[in-house]
């Protein structure tokens, strides 16, 4: 596949990717701006909330606390009035919720109450003392720092006044009841402050809406020392118990206590913003990159099939679509190699066909072809003999089988031949059918069903093509298609081979036909062309010429002397010895003979031979006077064929020599007037050895 690409690589990639930030990031930012805006609004509100709660919770503390003193005054008050009067100006210390608590007989508007902690100035105006029997009056003194409280009541004929402790207001045990962080001013609606956890509460008093009649709840800000402050106050309405005014309750926190929560929302939330971000633009990448994936693998799969590379398979995990699409190139990838296979299988099997012209190759190279291409476990071919249509040769391919094929005669009967010339594209059998042919039979081990395909070769039977299956076999259907267009091919290859073999044949009849007429010219030459033709193949296939060469050699062999037709019998059958002038004549017809060959094209490979026959190997030969190599070899060869004919033969101007005579001229005449390297191989053809082929005698040349 090579180097994968980013996704930002890719078109589609980029495209999905904004899709997806489209998609998910502008309603999440939308989102997040809404839910900001109201979790900060709510935050800021349910801080609000829980400071005006505690001001409430702690002015309803204070307004219990001081019914608790009103109820203990009370009893103070009533142990008094049972009591004996000698208790005029005894004071008490009650548990820490009053500094003192005096009775007295006499009036003391003015006077100064004197006790063990020092004098402390009250100043009692009759108007302050209630006049009711149990009620108690609260009177509010300046003092220094905080103003003091203090509660009056009549009793018989006295009064009974007492100083609130106002830490017993808000503190339980050693601490106080305020949370963290936060300040409590109690005062009343005159101004006077008698409780206070600031240390100067200046600053708040003046900034608190009481100044301007603000309602009962209500809150406020104020700043100090550069902090800023939010504060709420509440109204207690001390009337209903007590003969005084209203107090009012002020609660303070530090707005960055107070706002806490919503600071840190305000810096988490963008953190959870951008967590959110890269979680999308991560998940987006993952999965862009699980699309882009299948889609590069398919990219690349199609690339390599446009490279003529069907094995590749594409492989995708993601059981979706994509899987699909991905199973689906497979198949057709596989189905595309196969067609190519059998198209190359095919193109070979054609080349095959074109380049040879014997049946027997033909027939082994669609044995191979077949094997390579189809599923088939066994293959076999029957050639069938021309001669003999119930009669054919078996040639076989099985992977089953070690040997490397199978070549036996086989027979058909009457009905399997009837069968095959039917009509029908192919028979199919099983190996346990009766009607299996027994030629298959022999088989029976290799395939349990078998695919007959009859091959035509000019409207004749000339082969059969024998696909053997097991018994399950599914692409034995496939396999057809592709059988039926091997089995045409080798139609026409057998077709073309026996074309080719009848023109050779008659080929070979018009030459020999017409090396009879030239022979024929003189009574003394008849059967002189045959004869070289047939030594020289001797010789040739003896110097292991290749076949091309040989029917070269044969060819030029019956028509070296051609040439002859235009030179009259009178010198050709001459009794006495040549003149001059008729042996001029008679070193032509090597050149006339290459003249009269030069119009027919196929003779054109001839033409040397033809011309070259006469030369000789040490370059006083005609009529070119070529030296050594310079002769083509097949005229070297012939040389020594048509000299030892010609020797050998009775001529009208002499008898013919004997086969020594003729042995011992050649064999003198080694490099002058011929090839030593031709002469060597007529030696070893005239050696006798018994049984070995192509080895010849010296009676089997006299015979000639």
């Known amino acids: 596949m090579g180097e994968k690409n980013t996704f930002l690589g890719s078109i589609l990639g980029r495209r999905l990717f904004a899709i997806f930030c489209i998609s998910s990031l502008v309603p999440l930012i939308l989102m997040a701006f809404v839910a900001y805006t109201q979790v900060k609004q709510e935050l800021e509100e349910q801080a609000r909330r829980n400071i005006e709660h505690s001001t409430r919770s702690i002015g309803m503390t204070i307004y219990e606390r001081m019914l608790l003193l009103s109820e203990e005054f009370e009893r103070i008050g009533n142990a008094l009035q049972s009591g004996p009067s000698t208790n005029e100006g005894l004071w ?12 007295s007989q006499g009036e003391l508007y003015t006077e100064t109450i004197v006790h063990s902690e020092g004098a402390r100035p009250l100043a009692v105006d009759s108007a302050d003392i209630p006049s009711g029997p149990g009620e108690i009056a609260l009177l509010v003194k300046s003092g220094d720092p905080l103003a003091r409280v203090y509660m009056v009541m009549s009793i018989a004929d006295g009064y009974l006044a007492g100083e609130v402790n106002t830490d017993f207001l808000w503190q339980i045990g050693p601490g106080n009841i305020l949370p963290h962080h936060t300040d409590l001013v109690l005062a009343d609606e005159s101004g006077y402050v008698f409780l206070s956890s600031l240390g100067d509460p200046t600053h708040l008093l003046a900034n608190s809406p009481l100044q301007s009649g603000g309602s009962r709840s209500d809150g406020f800000t104020w700043s100090a020392d550069g902090v800023d402050y939010t504060a709420r106050y509440w109204v207690l309405f001390m009337a209903s118990r007590f003969e005084s005014d209203s107090w009012v309750v002020m609660i303070s926190r530090p707005g960055y206590d107070l ?3 919503v600071a840190t929302f305000q810096w988490i939330f963008p953190l959870i913003l951008i967590l959110s971000f890269l979680v999308v633009v991560l998940l987006s990448m993952i999965n862009i990159r699980l699309i882009l994936d299948p889609l590069e693998k398919l990219k690349a799969g199609i690339q390599q099939m ?14 979706d679509e994509f899987a699909g699409v991905a199973d689906a190139f ?3 990838a596989e189905k595309t190699e196969r067609h190519f296979q059998a198209i190359h299988t095919i193109s070979e099997i054609d080349r095959a066909i074109l380049s040879s012209l014997e049946p027997e190759k033909i027939i082994r190279k669609m044995l191979d072809g077949v094997q390579d ?25 099985s992977p089953l089988r070690t040997a490397p094929g199978l070549r036996k005669a086989v027979y058909f009967d009457a009905d399997e031949l009837v069968a095959m010339l039917s009509g029908k594209q192919y028979l199919h059998f099983y190996g346990s059918d009766s009607a299996t042919p027994d030629y298959l039979r022999f088989f029976s081990g290799d395939a349990e069903q078998w695919v007959v395909l009859p091959v035509f070769a000019d409207r004749e039977l000339a082969a059969t093509l024998n696909l053997g299956y097991p018994a399950l076999a599914s692409r034995m259907d496939d396999d057809i298609h592709y059988a039926i267009q091997m089995a045409h ?17 008659m080929n070979e009849g018009a030459l020999t036909s017409l090396a009879r007429t030239v022979d024929a010219k003189s009574p003394w030459t008849a059967g002189h062309s045959e004869r070289v033709g047939w030594m020289a193949c001797q010789l040739g296939e003896t110097l292991g010429m290749a076949p091309p ?3 070269v050699l044969h060819r030029a062999a019956l028509l070296h002397d051609i040439g002859k037709v235009g030179i009259s019998n009178a010198i050709l059958d001459k009794p006495g010895k040549l003149t001059d002038g008729e042996y001029d004549t ?55 064929a048509d000299v030892y004919d010609a020797l050998i033969s009775e001529r009208p101007y002499r008898r013919g020599w004997d086969h020594e005579e003729v042995v011992r001229f050649i064999i003198d005449n080694s490099g002058s007037h011929f090839d030593p390297y031709v002469v060597d191989a007529f030696l070893k053809l005239l050696a006798p050895k018994s049984g070995a082929p192509g080895n010849y005698s010296v009676s089997g040349l006299q015979g000639m």
């Open 92 to 103: 008490w210390k009650i548990e820490d919720r009053f500094l003192w608590v005096i009775w």
């Open 259 to 261: 706002f806490a929560s």
């Open 306 to 319: 446009a490279g003529h590379n069907f094995k590749n398979r594409i492989r995708v995990g993601s059981n």
């Open 330 to 332: 497979n198949a057709m």
């Open 373 to 397: 291409l189809l599923s088939c476990s066994v293959v076999v071919v029957n050639q069938v003999d021309p001669e003999s249509p119930n009669r054919a040769i078996c040639y076989m391919r």
């Open 489 to 505: 091919q080798m139609a026409v290859g057998l077709a073309n081979a026996n074309l080719v073999r009848e023109l050779d044949r």
């Open 549 to 551: 060469q040989l029917t």
């Open 586 to 640: 008679i070193k032509t017809h090597p050149v006339t003979g290459g003249r009269i060959l030069e119009p027919v094209r196929v003779f054109h490979n001839i033409i040397p031979v033809v011309r070259q026959h006469h030369e000789r190997f040490d370059g006083k030969g005609y009529p070119d006077g070529l030296v050594g190599e310079d002769i083509v070899l097949e005229a070297r060869v012939m040389a020594v």
